[in-house]
């Protein structure tokens, strides 16, 4: 009996370790085998450095962002084609975000990026489809495979309409639920200059969210106290108008005075009231609504 | 068997021995710390510690804490704790007001927690459960909206002593969301060491570290903030 007590523990641990047999890295909880936050940045700087930042040109004065999170594509990904398949048929929608854990888990990549070529894109309009990496996209040693993909996770984006102005999208990778003083002082940098750009709108957009206020603290962790008082302070000294996030899988919005932030419910297959949200960007205040997904 | 039945008489004869045994001091005293501290966010920085320990009876004790740091991120707290002894070790109510307040960044959080938990020589655990309300700072008095309120997160902390309690010296180890001058989120794991000499009577000299990582439950842990304490009390 003890014997087969004893090796049914070792055979648990072994699964639990081996990325072939389980999609929860245990043993990352106590030493993360991924890249850590600036490996992470070196690659995204790297990449920003030869390809530029993102702009992309608006067909009107307003326009829509749709913007969805953890779809955590694995076997199936109704939802996420369900979501290409509206962004695209939007014309007014020249920018979609998807803010992180694209996948479950490590062997998905592929199998989740395949609807962006197959349902057709509208050559009317762009078509930019921009992300930032999650926690489940990181371990198991996976950010080599996002990179491949999706190539950064800390840059930002602009919006030009046709009149000349410009929206601002932040893009931050908390995605082990930290932003790390580099990419801090990246940020603080990028929302000085933006100080004197004329943004209309500054978005921040990032995987891991800021408070949860309803009673069940969800079952996902944030970043340190202290890294998130220091952040929002940041963001609103900067005047940036909205913070957009997931990882928590259950909306809220929170009233943080000149800052709103909002939790975006989770698209993945399974979930039980799937959504994503729709931004009207124009020259008033952000204006935003959910789509449910029956 | 028969083992077994030797042990279960051992143990019941040494009951009567160890509900007798004192639990931390029953004396009051003062405590003084200072100490490295550093984290991702706000770099390396020197924290201050003050404390008061008051045993008021044999039911019932108090503490208060106070912390500056050079960071300018100070909390100061208090905690209420009823005890009754049990046949073996004892049993508590945990009850704190925490304020952190998080000058250099707008903030100030007030954190009340309640927990029961359960002491004896060599192992101390607890379990209970505390609300954050969150307020900016400059506050507006006459908008309540912007206080964040986190109602519900889940408080714990399990600690392993080296030494029985009486012992001059001693040392633990212990796995916490909190510290006497922060809760954390329930996902956030604090690692903590603790050891303290009684040089005499009266003095005693402390010295405690903490380690706390990032994204645990991320599954992608990292190192986010450390700090060595070390300091003496005076017990009265």
Redesign the interface.
């Known amino acids: 009996m003890k014997k087969t007590i004893i090796l049914s523990a070792i055979v648990a641990l072994l699964c639990g370790c081996n990325p072939e047999t389980t999609n929860?890295?245990?043993v990352?909880?106590?030493?993360?085998?991924?890249a850590?936050?600036d490996e992470r940045i070196d690659d995204s700087f790297r990449y920003n450095d030869e390809h530029g930042m993102p702009v992309i040109n608006a067909t009107a004065e307003e326009y829509k962002v749709y913007v969805c999170t953890d779809t955590h594509v694995d076997f199936t990904r109704k939802n996420w084609e369900r979501f290409i398949h509206d962004y695209r048929a939007d014309l007014a929608c020249p920018l979609a975000l998807h803010l992180g854990d694209l996948i479950n888990a490590q062997r998905h990549w592929d199998y989740m990026k395949r609807p962006l070529d197959s349902i057709p894109a509208n050559p009317l309009k762009s078509d930019t489809l921009l992300a930032v990496a999650g926690?489940h996209d990181?371990?198991f040693k996976q950010w080599p495979e996002y990179l491949r993909l999706w190539k950064t996770s800390t840059y930002y984006a602009i919006v030009r309409t046709p009149a000349g102005k410009q929206d601002l999208y932040i893009f931050l990778d908390t995605?082990?639920?930290?932003l790390?003083?580099r990419q801090?002082e990246w940020l603080k940098q990028t929302l000085g200059w933006a100080d004197n750009q004329g943004f209309r709108h500054i978005v921040v957009c990032t995987h891991?969210h800021l408070?949860?206020?309803?009673?069940?603290?969800g079952h996902?962790?944030?970043?340190?106290?202290?890294?998130t008082?220091?952040l929002?302070?940041l963001l609103?000294q900067h005047k940036v108008e909205m913070f957009w996030c997931g990882h928590d899988h259950s909306r809220e919005i929170?009233?943080?005075?000149t800052m709103t932030s909002i939790i975006i419910d989770a698209l993945e297959d399974p979930e039980k009231h799937p959504a994503y949200l729709i931004a009207t960007m124009d020259d008033d205040p952000i204006a935003y609504r959910f789509v449910d997904i029956k | 068997m028969k083992k077994l039945s030797t042990l279960i008489l051992l143990l019941a004869a040494m009951l009567p021995a160890m509900a007798q045994v004192q639990y931390g001091t029953n004396q009051y005293a003062v405590r003084m710390n200072i100490g490295y501290l550093h984290?991702?966010?706000?770099?390396s920085h020197a924290g201050f510690d003050f404390g008061a320990f008051m045993p008021i009876n044999e039911h019932f004790e108090m503490q208060a804490d106070l912390r500056f740091t050079t960071a300018n991120?100070h909390a100061f707290g208090v905690q209420l704790r009823p005890k009754f002894a049990v046949p073996v070790g004892e049993m508590f109510i945990d009850a704190r007001l925490l304020a952190?307040l998080?000058e250099?960044?707008?903030?100030n959080?007030l954190v009340q927690a309640i927990g029961v938990g359960y002491r004896m020589d060599y192992v101390s655990v607890q379990l209970g459960m505390s609300t954050r309300l969150?307020i900016?700072y400059p506050y507006d008095w006459h908008d309540g909206?912007?206080i964040?309120?986190?109602?519900?997160?889940?408080c714990y902390r399990v600690e392993a002593f080296v030494r029985p309690q009486t012992s001059p010296w001693n040392i633990s180890f212990c796995i916490s969301n909190m510290t006497d001058y922060?809760i954390?989120?329930?996902?956030?794991l604090i690692f903590m060491a603790n050891g303290r000499y009684n040089i005499d009577e009266h003095w005693q000299v402390n010295l405690s570290a903490l380690c706390?990582p990032?994204?645990?439950?991320?599954?992608?842990?990292?190192y986010?903030?450390a700090e060595v304490r070390a300091g003496f009390a005076y017990n009265f």
Do not use: C
């Open positions: 929860l890295d245990i990352g909880m106590f030493s993360g085998s991924s850590g936050i926690n990181l371990y995605g082990e639920g930290i790390g003083q801090t891991t408070f949860k206020r309803d009673t069940s603290q996902t962790s944030n970043m340190p106290l202290e890294e008082y220091a929002i302070h609103k929170t009233n943080l005075g | 984290n991702i966010t706000y770099g991120a952190g998080y250099k960044d707008g903030f959080d969150v900016p909206s912007n964040i309120v986190e109602p519900f997160n889940l922060q954390e989120r329930l996902w956030q706390k990032t994204g645990m439950f991320h599954l992608n842990a990292k986010y903030a």
